[in-house]
T-cell receptor
């Protein structure tokens, strides 16, 4: 079974703080993804990575950056957290058949 | 641009009352249609992949079907434990492995 783990289930940060969300997969998959999920808006892709040190912007990259130094680890960085970044953040990886496998999610609250 | 529309937004069924969830899509050259189940506060869980019109996949009380314009997730004699949000996603042509997700259908099954 594919296992995707995320560093925190719940996180509370203050406006202006730098926030790191980490994701680790154990299947040696090439591709990894970061989404945010909000009520009424569904899943929206922030960034994805198709190899170590390679990244590509998704649909809503503004205010975020990513880092992939090792194949199994993909980090999402909020340089200066804002209240409109309060959301559920989901990491995923995909198999050779392109089905995506998700982590449990991090519910981030920015106050 | 790929588009996915799911309907209805929410569905309430009595236990044992069969029904179908709809996923309409627009994509130039479908490379896969994916169904996921998501429980509250958790990451989506992969259910099925369909690739071509006429294809069907089954798992317990769920059956997914595909036409050239839409997919249906049929739920036969649902139980309360089938209550969840069901997400549909498509993959279009191109080298990357991005999926476009619908906003989901929230299913509630009353005992």
């Amino acid at each position: 079974d594919v296992k995707v783990t995320q560093s925190s289930r719940y996180l509370v940060k203050r406006t202006g703080e730098k926030v790191f969300l980490e994701c680790v997969q154990d299947m040696d998959h090439e591709n990894m993804f970061w989404y945010r999920q909000d009520p009424g808006l569904g899943l929206r892709l922030i960034y994805f990575s198709y190899d170590v040190k390679m990244k590509e912007k998704g649909d809503i990259p503004e205010g975020y950056s990513v880092s992939r130094e090792k194949k199994e680890r993909f980090s999402l960085i909020l340089e200066s957290a804002s209240t409109n970044q309060t959301s559920m953040y989901l990491c995923a990886t995909n198999s050779m058949a392109y089905e995506q496998y998700f982590g449990p999610g991090t519910r981030l609250t920015v106050t | 641009e790929d588009q996915v529309t799911q309907s209805p937004e929410a569905l309430r069924l009595q236990e044992g009352e069969s029904s179908s969830l709809n996923c309409s899509y627009t994509v130039s050259g479908l490379r896969g249609l994916f169904w996921y189940r998501q429980d509250p506060g958790k990451g989506p869980e992969f259910l099925f992949t369909l690739y071509s019109a006429g294809e069907e996949k089954e798992k317990e009380r769920l059956k997914a079907t595909l036409t050239k314009k839409e997919s249906f997730l049929h739920i036969t004699a649902p139980k309360p434990e089938d209550s969840a949000t069901y997400l549909c996603a498509v993959r279009g042509p191109g080298a990357n492995s991005k999926l476009t997700f619908g906003k989901g259908i929230t299913l509630s099954v009353r005992p």
